[in-house]
């Protein structure tokens, strides 16, 4: 992705209560920052029961739908694995996915009417797409609360966007700051954390 | 509480919809501003409860919020009211009364539809209700609009003194943009005048006031011809004109942005000059409307040729993907998709509740007991017809499970003689209309046993108060509704009205069964609070002992998430019989030691988790 005239298109997935659509809000406040125009737009209804969470991010010099439309969405961040692999049919071909490889397994998985995709990771690979896989759960609990795992999904975006990735840090230690202030150092950490998941993960493969 | 001051004027804030009509009433100095819980709408009302210098309030429905608003306009004062689109139905008697009587002061009803169906039992449009009820709809494309039309609404209403409906939708309430605020200008209520013939609906009064409604919708539609909220976007594109409204007009404006198009912004009464003007310059018109062919059917009635359902579809939204190839095919060819990732197959990953719930219990006990017929209701509880309970048998509207299950209970035959009808409503569902329907099974002798779901809570829409909460819409002390003493007050034998708690399973099973086999009607209120109610208290959370757990899979009958299947196997009885084995873990860090899987689990495999693990659980934020 490059800053020019076009519109970026960010989609984050997920499941409610995981934190997606916060995510997403100060994602959209780092971009609002560098005075872009941005709409975000997310069906929050019965989600917040456990329910699929998708959370659309348009910015740019002026953004009309709030909308991003199958085959238009440049970066998909998945905040879990299935999720990440359900929604693949949103970006271009060619494009980014950055995904935690954490797992929440639905009642309906657990009583034996479906199953779980065996490597959601190797199926979203064999598609041609760009992958980042890591587990941001497992990086969150390490700090101690397995609801950092949301910051630790925005520092593993942040050097995959149009603007350097001190903005989006500083957008997420403000949000913090004014609102739970004991918080900002952890978050910082977490911040830090999911960015040096992907650079090293990137290097592994 | 020390809410914040209000951000100042000229502000440029980032904002939800509902959040924009918010900071936009009370700009407009609303004085009165009322509202039951619904998704898409809800958070309109929370927002408000912020904001000073106004009364804002949750009302037990939508018709009682729509009439304490109308009680504040005849007093003078500018006046709101926000609800879903199917709270506008239970509105309805009210409003199809007070376009007769017209309003005082301004008097702006926003109502939330939901396109697409994201958490609603219909997708019906709440346009008509303007064609219905004489009365202008304004429908904002964005939260920049939905604020600009909100304040717009006041003034249009208190200038034809009629309501003034905003018509939302899902795409419109939560998608947030930016949106430049300004000043709030305080308006002091003119004061109530007597005035029968006014407001009084008697016929030998409302008689003389239907011309008036007509001479009003006439200047409306006069208005709506050179109205600003009406503007054309030029275009030199003139094989396809476009006329669009709602979110829909930002879709087309992203699809087809050298095409002409005509926003309605005021789209009832229709400018159809205007729109014939636009008509006459182009090959094709086509209207964009979600979801009803309404505009679209005016024009047609007024001679004007225009394609709209015939090329598009009557459900669902109309993003620029439905768009693009829908004209493409009008204008003779095909739309080249963008090229994208195919789509893979993914488990489906319904709503479920929450881990601990307290309904939980209620639908593991109503799952195990045979001969059930199970009327049901709106609410968290909905979701009880899922797996792996299977045991809510209807759901229509609110309160709908009480006069159902009465014509159940006399509209049986044979075949249904020896079924028990249980009806399962929550607390706020049964102050909303369930109360009158339990009134009517008193009066008129019915069969059924009530399952009154008391969680203190309106949960589906994120745990809102309620007059059974005992706290008002500022989280403040309120009377609490007694639902035991409400019961017998309408007519249920004091004998007949259990209090249980829902985590005790035999206490519960033991309830239903006595309950059901006697033939009255009796009332089982179950009283522990919803989980995600600030007032929760987790206990110590359970685990597993993998040696001891025998794959009954008993405990996942429950259907607490916090449950997860490790193994499955299948095991060969000495009889021949295969039975399918479930072996279970506990997520520990989720379970917040309820108790209620521990209750069927014979081999007593689940115990508590030792030491006990810090617990973080989901909370509204």
New interface residues.
Partial sequence: MTASNKTTNILVCGTGGQGVMTATEILAEAALSLGFDAKKTEVAGMSQRSGVVTSHLRFGQQVLSPQIVPGEADLLVGFEAAEALRWVHMLRPGAVVLMNVGRLVPPVVNIGLFDYPDDPVAEIRALGLDVHAFDASALALELGNIRLGNTVMLGAMADRLPFPAEVLREAVLARFASRKPQLVDVNRQAFELGRRAVAEEALAA | MGAPLPAPAASRL?LSGNEAVARAVWEAGCKVAAAYPG??STEILEELAHYPDLYAEWSVNEKVSLEVALGASMMGARAFCAMKHVGLNVASDALMTMTVTGTEGGLVIAVAD?V?M???QNEQDSRYWGRFAHLPVLEPA?AQEAYAMTKAAFELAERHRCPVIVRMT??IC?????VEVGERVAAEPSGFTKDARRWVMVPGNAKPRLPLMFEREAALAAEAETSGLNPLYDGNALSVGFVASG?AF??V???FPDAPLLKLGLSCPLPLKKIRALAERVQHLVVVEETEPLVESELKAAGIACHGKDILPRLG?L???VLRPAIARLLGGEAA????????Q?????????VACPHLGVYYTLSQMRNLIISGDIG?YT?GAG??WNALDTCISMGASMGMALGMDKGRGAADANKKVVAVIGDSTFLHMGMQGLLDITYNRGNVTILLLDNRAVG?T?GQDNPGTGRDLHGEEAQRVDFAKLCEALGVKRERIRVVDPYQLPVLFKALREETKIEEPSVIITDRPCVLIDHYQPTKPYLVVDERCTGCGNC?EV?C?A???TR?ETEVKASGKEV?L?FVRIET?ACTGCGLCVQPCAPEAIVHAEPVH?I?F?RK?
């Fill in positions: 980032f998704t898409p939901d697409g994201s958490s609603s964005d899902t795409r939560h998608v947030k943009g930016r979110p930002m879709h404006r992203e699809a939204e993003a620029p993907d998709a963008p090229a994208h990732v195919p789509a893979q993914v488990f489906p990953r319904p709503p479920t509740m929450c968290c979701l797996h792996p589906m994120g996942v259907g998430p449950i997860h299947v499955r399918e479930s860090s810090p973080q989901l934020q």
